[in-house]
Structures are given as structure tokens and as C-alpha cells.
């Protein structure tokens, strides 16, 4: 019983969600949503650039004559850190790349081993020469 | 609360009373809590500024494993953690199961000092440095690139601006690239009218904040973004699976993340306002983005339900290219749903996973 009851309910309730959301989207998508919208926006942003200016020029007063740094040179020093950090990607990549080009050059043992393996073939071919007298 | 039985009390209400107490337990934990997501193991191997590259702990032997590594680029807006959202539910898991070496860009939250970032710092200053680790970590000259939402429109840029680089296979999904058809959906509406003033924000805000980005994407479907999403809840109480599933999606919808000022400033004037990068007037550092140049094999993934990026936005882009191979899959569900809903299993990444299969060795 309880939940014949629900379902007709949610069913009732789905069924005016649907409508209602259908209202809705044509409703934010109307030219005269957009046009409120963005009023709104510009007149909140126009009535609170004066009060941000005022509380700017508070604070960067009020940190000078405590000698403290301003925002604007805190951001200045993390711009700077991101240029730090570019050029060291650079580096790091570049050593990558002299890394990889060291590795595949042949070791010095294996330079080593040449001049003695020619060693090896002049005593053969000596031998050879021998045999041949 | 109902631990003893209650005096006088028929069993049946007893029981229906300690149920709805459980229900508004979990209501409360899961709307007050954030779930533990993106769990699938990795490892960060590079970082720049705010921005990490993450390389995700490979599970298939190397000798079996597709030799084109796949980079991810998600937007810059919400947290790329939807890719991985939970385990079983994560399309990064998915992939890395299927045999891909899945690298994840991580754009990070920009601070004050990055209002000043373009479009032209992340695509060529970033997105490069990053291919440049990937390559050298995975050993690969080639790579495949998948850019989701303003990721896509990233990925777009640095294909048309470096199409030598080694970018073997393009994904773009949910791309919101032309906007010439002004009446295609709300956010083209709102922005196109003469009182919106995207300079003014920035100039207010230097960073246009995530909640006011959160409004206009959940404003778009007012009725399911404020209410149907807890009813859903509400009448899946009971159901655990559901109820993570909810809870995961919730954490990460709820964690928002700040727009670059220039960024935004690009995105309303140059392509909402503009539509200068389909008709092949955007310009970077200097370089003309010319789509044409685009000759990676493409998949242009499209949402038949997407209300924030229409199909009318990312279909145009097949004709500009010059790749030779590209295909384009429209897939149910919607901007966000098409990828972490739970169709995606199903509908989605299977179909991703085969594309790239067939153009990965």
C-alpha cells in the first residue's frame, strides 16, 4: 500500500519536475535572462569597484607605513619564482639530453677492449704469416 | 538513537523510524564530507608552477603495454580528478588496464600572480615542457593527446600550433570550438550580451572565481543542478553503490577551481564573441592558429545531451583539419555524464579504448 502510494507520488513529482525544468531552461536561455542577468552584473561590479579601490589604497598605505611588503610585490616575487622555475625546466631537460647522449657513446672499458681484440688479430695474422713460410 | 526497542511502539514504525534515521545519516555524511577520490596509484614527474604532470603506475608488463603513451588534458576550471573518479568508475584506471602508459596534466588552482595567464602561455610555454617529460619518461617520440572541454580547446591549439611534434593521435571531447550559431545554448546568450563585460570582472576579480563559473554552468539547468540532483539522492538512500556514487560525484562538483583572468578574457572575446579559432584568426605569441595544419588522426567524441557545449560547437572542426583519418562518435549522456556517468563504462571508454588501440603501436 505504502508503496503504491510512493511510486504514484514520485511519478506525480517527476512529471512536474519535468515541466518545471523544461520552463526553466527556455527561461535561462531567453534573450530577456541574459539581458537581466548581465545588468545585474554590471551594476553590482560598478557599485563595488569604488569600496575595493578604497580598501586597495588602505591597505597598501597602511603596509608601507608598517614596512611591510604589498600584495602587488608578493605577486611580483611569485611571477618571478615561475620564470626561475622555466628556465630550470629548461636545464633539466637539457641535462636529460646530455645524459642520454653520454650513455649511448660506448664505455671506456669496451675502448679499452678494442685496441686489444686488434692486438689479438695482428698476433693471429703474425701466426698465419709464420705458418705460410 | 532507537537502539532499544521503543515502548508502545508498533514494530513496523519501529523499523520505518530507524530507516529514515539511517537515510538522514547518510544524507548528512555525504553532503557534508568529501569522498576519497582518484585512487588509481601514480607518481608526479614534473611541475611548473601550479601545474603537476602525473604518471599513473602501469599494471600491464612493458613488453605488452601500447608503445604511444596517452596524455590527458583536462579543462582549467574544475579538477582533472573526474578522469579517475573512483576505483572501478575511473576512466584512467580503465585505460591503464587496457594496456595504455596514461600520463595526467593537473593544471592546478592559479593564485593572483597568474591572472595575467593566456591561452598563449598554456599552450605554448606548458603543454610543450610536458610533452617534452613525456617523451623522455616514456621513451616515445609519438604520443596521443585527449583534451576534454577547454582542454580540448588546448589540445586544438598546440595541434595546429606544433603538428611536428610528435602528436600521433588527437581526442577531442565535448570541444566547444565554433560559436558562430549565437544562439546555441546559454552561456553563448549571456556572454554575447551587450552588458556582459568580461573585462570588468577580470578587473574586478583578477581571477574569475570558480563559484561564479560553478553559477553559470549549474544555472544552465537550474531545476536539475539545485534540486533533481538531491532527489536522486534522496530516493537512492538506500542504495549504497548509488550513494558513492553520488558522494564522489558531489566532491568533485563542489570542488572549484579559479579561471585565469586572460584566459577568460580569450575565451569570452576571442572564440565566444569572435569565433576567431574556427575561422582561423587566433593568434598566439605571434603564431596564427591554423587548423589546417592539423594532421593527427582525430576522434571528435560528442555528448547527444551536452547543454554546455551543443554538437553545433565541436562538429565543424572535422571539416578544417587536414587529418586523414578522423572520425566523430556522439555518445550519450551529457558534458559531464558522458565520461563519469554511469553509462560511460558502457557507451563511452570502450569505444575511446578501440579507437586508440588500433592507432597506438
Known amino acids: ?79 618571478r619564482l615561475t620564470n626561475v622555475e622555466m628556465r630550470l625546466d629548461d636545464l633539466d631537460a637539457k641535462l636529460d639530453d646530455i645524459l642520454s647522449a653520454i650513455r649511448s657513446l660506448p664505455s671506456p672499458q669496451q675502448t679499452a677492449e678494442a685496441p686489444s681484440s686488434n692486438q689479438a688479430a695482428d698476433t693471429r695474422a703474425k701466426a698465419k704469416a709464420k705458418e705460410a713460410h | 538513537m532507537f537502539s532499544s526497542p521503543l515502548p508502545n511502539v508498533p514494530p513496523e514504525l519501529e523499523s520505518e523510524l530507524k530507516r529514515i534515521e539511517e537515510n538522514a545519516r547518510t544524507l548528512v555524511r555525504v553532503s557534508t564530507t568529501h569522498a576519497t577520490i582518484a585512487q588509481t596509484p601514480k607518481q608526479v614527474i614534473w611541475t611548473l608552477n601550479k601545474a603537476k604532470l602525473y604518471r599513473y603506475v602501469p599494471v600491464v608488463p612493458a613488453e605488452q603495454r601500447h608503445k604511444v603513451p596517452l596524455f590527458l588534458v ?17 576512466f584512467i584506471e ?81 570541444a566547444p570550438l565554433d560559436f558562430s550559431d549565437k544562439t546555441a545554448g546559454g552561456f553563448v546568450r549571456w556572454v554575447n550580451d551587450a552588458h556582459f563585460d568580461p573585462d570588468k570582472i577580470v578587473d574586478a576579480f583578477g581571477n574569475v572565481p570558480g563559484e561564479m563559473i560553478d553559477y553559470g554552468a549549474k544555472a544552465l539547468k537550474p531545476v536539475e543542478n539545485y534540486i533533481g540532483s538531491y532527489l536522486t539522492l534522496w530516493d537512492n538512500l538506500d542504495n549504497p553503490r548509488a550513494v558513492e556514487a553520488w558522494h564522489a560525484m558531489n566532491t568533485w562538483v563542489t570542488d572549484l577551481i579559479d579561471m585565469s583572468g586572460g584566459v577568460y578574457r580569450q575565451l569570452i572575446g576571442d572564440l565566444y564573441r569572435k569565433n576567431k579559432l574556427i575561422e582561423g584568426k587566433m593568434v598566439l605569441r605571434g603564431e596564427r592558429v591554423d587548423l589546417s595544419r592539423i594532421r593527427a588522426n582525430l576522434l571528435n567524441v560528442i555528448a547527444l545531451a551536452d547543454h554546455i557545449s551543443p554538437s553545433c560547437q565541436s562538429e565543424s572542426i572535422m571539416t578544417k583539419v587536414s587529418s586523414k583519418d578522423q572520425h566523430m562518435l556522439k555518445v550519450k549522456g551529457g558534458h559531464i555524464g558522458m565520461m563519469a556517468g554511469s553509462g560511460a563504462q558502457k557507451y563511452t571508454w570502450p569505444h575511446i579504448e578501440e579507437w586508440l588501440v588500433a592507432r597506438s603501436d
Open chain 2, 74 to 90: 583536462f579543462a582549467l576550471m574544475n579538477r582533472p580528478t573526474i578522469l579517475d573518479l573512483r576505483p572501478g568508475h575511473s
Open chain 1, 1 to 79: 500500500m505504502r508503496d503504491a502510494s510512493m511510486q504514484s507520488w514520485n511519478a506525480m513529482r517527476d512529471a512536474s519536475m519535468q515541466s518545471w525544468s523544461k520552463m526553466m531552461i527556455d527561461f535561462v536561455n531567453s534573450e530577456a535572462y541574459s539581458q537581466a542577468t548581465g545588468q545585474w552584473l554590471d551594476t553590482y561590479l560598478t557599485m563595488s569597484q569604488p569600496f575595493q579601490r578604497v580598501i586597495e589604497t588602505t591597505m597598501t598605505q597602511a603596509l608601507t607605513r608598517l614596512n611591510m611588503p604589498l600584495r602587488s610585490d608578493v605577486i611580483s616575487l611569485a611571477e
Open chain 2, 94 to 174: 580503465y585505460m591503464v588496464k587496457q594496456g595504455f602508459d596514461v600520463y595526467l596534466l593537473d593544471w592546478g588552482a592559479p593564485g593572483p600572480e597568474d591572472k595575467g595567464l593566456k591561452f598563449d602561455d598554456y599552450v605554448l610555454e606548458y603543454l610543450p615542457r610536458a610533452i617534452r617529460k613525456i617523451k623522455a619518461v616514456s621513451g616515445s617520440e609519438e604520443f596521443s593527446m585527449l583534451g576534454w572541454c577547454i582542454g580540448a580547446i588546448l589540445s586544438t591549439m598546440y595541434a595546429a600550433l606544433r603538428p611536428d611534434d610528435g602528436l600521433k593521435n588527437l581526442l577531442l571531447l565535448t
